[in-house]
């Protein structure tokens, strides 16, 4: 049998409302509703005044789990998912920016790809006027040949012809395509113009040679072209012939395996990449003949030179938008032309800046470059050393 005693040490220190006041719930006078076995009372006291015994604390009492302290308790184990996706920085702003530099790069490459190629087009438009207007005003061929214009004729056909078959024949280009992993040729429509003018030009120079009364010119040696332009011209014909022979032999239609019009179109346009190589290397000897470079315009070398830097660069322009270098390979002609130009161009310079740049260079009749003190200069220097 219980004692009071160790009944009342047994109970929970906060077991219910009761336990706060002191006393059991009883039944109105205090006494238990209930009664121990053998009749005895049941006393509460606190548990630091019941009698007999030391007051002691119970040094591990038993925890309520709705007074339990949050931060003990154990948190659920994040998801892998969930740790990567907060685990993983953000992205920096210098990566940010960066890319919205490329993006911006790439949006602005088309219209510079544009832009080179019609500013590119007034330059080799306009190289071909300083010639003929400084003939024109010295009213004289002489320091230059008939072979330069007259082979520039059957050149920049040719690169007409090819040009306007790239861009609006729906045969070629197909064609084109099918070789080139379904892209389009680099061709643009400052191409074709800018062939069309030229030709023109090399028209109306050529007539400043060979029709020399109508132009009111002195006589000059120059206007018989020479045997080595006449055999490269006559060269370039046959070769376009018989590539459309071959052509037109062709057992099968695949354009991939097999001859075709693209083969035709390329021939013609090998004729103007031919005549390129070849036709500054009359005027070039004859400058070297004659140790000078009069007559022969340096603005239009210095046009041609700006014209091939900026074709080149929107052809290089053009296959990067495209992501393959087929644009420079599937139009040989235009990346060899601009090329070729810069080559001869800078030995024209040469030439005329370093070579042949002597006291008298461009001193005579109707030069382009007239000498910045006249005639009474030189007069009065003279007089000094008399002096």
């Given at each position: 049998?219980?004692?009071?005693?160790?009944?009342?040490?047994?109970?929970?220190?906060?077991p219910?409302?009761?336990?706060?006041?002191?006393?059991?719930?009883?039944?109105g006078?205090?006494?238990?509703?209930g009664?121990?076995?053998?009749?005895?009372?049941?006393?509460?006291?606190?548990p630091?005044r019941?009698?007999?015994?030391?007051?002691?604390?119970?040094?591990?009492?038993?925890?309520?789990?709705?007074?339990c302290?949050?931060?003990?308790?154990?948190r659920p184990?994040?998801?892998?998912s969930?740790?990567?996706?907060?685990g993983?920085?953000?992205?920096s702003?210098?990566?940010q920016?960066?890319?919205?530099?490329?993006?911006?790069?790439?949006?602005?490459?088309?219209?510079?790809s544009?832009?080179?190629?019609?500013?590119?087009?007034f330059?080799?438009?306009?190289?071909?006027?300083?010639?003929?207007l400084l003939?024109?005003?010295?009213?004289?061929?002489?320091?230059?040949t008939?072979?330069?214009?007259l082979?520039?004729?059957?050149?920049?056909?040719?690169?007409?012809?090819?040009?306007?078959?790239?861009?609006?024949?729906?045969?070629?280009?197909?064609?084109?395509?099918a070789?080139?992993?379904?892209l389009?040729?680099?061709?643009?429509f400052?191409d074709?113009?800018?062939?069309?003018?030229?030709?023109?030009?090399?028209?109306?120079?050529?007539?400043?040679?060979?029709?020399?009364?109508?132009?009111?010119?002195?006589?000059?040696?120059?206007?018989?072209?020479?045997?080595?332009?006449l055999?490269?011209?006559?060269?370039?014909?046959?070769?376009?012939?018989?590539?459309?022979?071959?052509?037109?032999?062709?057992?099968?239609?695949d354009?991939?395996?097999?001859?075709?019009e693209?083969d035709v179109?390329?021939?013609?346009?090998?004729?103007?990449?031919?005549?390129?190589?070849?036709?500054?290397?009359?005027?070039?000897?004859?400058?070297?003949?004659?140790?000078?470079t009069?007559?022969?315009?340096?603005?239009?070398?210095?046009l041609?030179?700006?014209g091939?830097?900026?074709?080149?660069?929107?052809?290089?322009?053009?296959?990067?938008?495209?992501?393959?270098?087929?644009?420079?390979t599937?139009?040989?002609?235009?990346?060899a032309?601009?090329?070729a130009?810069?080559?001869?161009?800078?030995?024209?310079?040469?030439?005329?800046y370093?070579?042949?740049?002597?006291?008298?260079?461009?001193?005579?009749?109707?030069g382009?470059?007239?000498p910045?003190?006249?005639?009474?200069a030189?007069?009065?220097?003279?007089?000094?050393r008399?002096?």
């Amino acid at each position: 049998m219980c004692s009071p005693t160790s009944i009342t040490a047994l109970i929970p220190r906060y077991p219910s409302p009761a336990r706060r006041t002191g006393r059991l719930a009883t039944g109105g006078r205090g006494r238990p509703s209930g009664a121990l076995a053998g009749g005895g009372d049941v006393r509460l006291f606190p548990p630091s005044r019941v009698p007999g015994t030391k007051a002691r604390r119970l040094t591990h009492p038993t925890p309520n789990p709705l007074r339990c302290n949050p931060r003990r308790a154990r948190r659920p184990l994040p998801s892998p998912s969930a740790t990567i996706a907060l685990g993983s920085p953000p992205a920096s702003s210098a990566v940010q920016r960066s890319e919205a530099t490329a993006g911006a790069a790439m949006a602005f490459l088309p219209f510079l790809s544009a832009l080179f190629g019609w500013v590119y087009t007034f330059c080799w438009s306009a190289s071909f006027y300083p010639q003929p207007l400084l003939n024109f005003s010295r009213r004289s061929t002489s320091g230059t040949t008939v072979d330069f214009p007259l082979i520039n004729v059957l050149g920049f056909a040719a690169y007409f012809v090819s040009n306007l078959a790239f861009y609006y024949s729906p045969v070629v280009r197909a064609q084109y395509a099918a070789r080139n992993r379904g892209l389009t040729p680099t061709v643009q429509f400052n191409d074709i113009t800018f062939a069309l003018h030229a030709l023109v030009l090399s028209l109306v120079t050529v007539s400043q040679y060979l029709a020399r009364p109508a132009w009111g010119f002195s006589p000059s040696a120059a206007t018989r072209p020479s045997r080595f332009v006449l055999g490269i011209a006559a060269a370039c014909v046959l070769g376009v012939l018989a590539t459309y022979a071959r052509a037109a032999s062709s057992p099968t239609a695949d354009p991939v395996t097999d001859w075709c019009e693209l083969d035709v179109v390329y021939a013609v346009g090998y004729v103007k990449l031919v005549i390129t190589l070849v036709k500054y290397t009359p005027q070039i000897a004859a400058n070297w003949r004659n140790k000078s470079t009069q007559g022969w315009s340096i603005w239009q070398v210095l046009l041609d030179l700006a014209g091939g830097l900026l074709s080149v660069a929107q052809q290089g322009i053009d296959s990067w938008l495209q992501r393959d270098w087929s644009g420079v390979t599937g139009n040989p002609v235009k990346f060899a032309l601009g090329n070729a130009s810069m080559v001869y161009d800078s030995v024209f310079m040469w030439q005329h800046y370093v070579l042949y740049r002597g006291p008298g260079e461009g001193k005579a009749a109707g030069g382009e470059e007239d000498p910045l003190l006249g005639d009474e200069a030189d007069e009065e220097s003279q007089r000094r050393r008399l002096d």
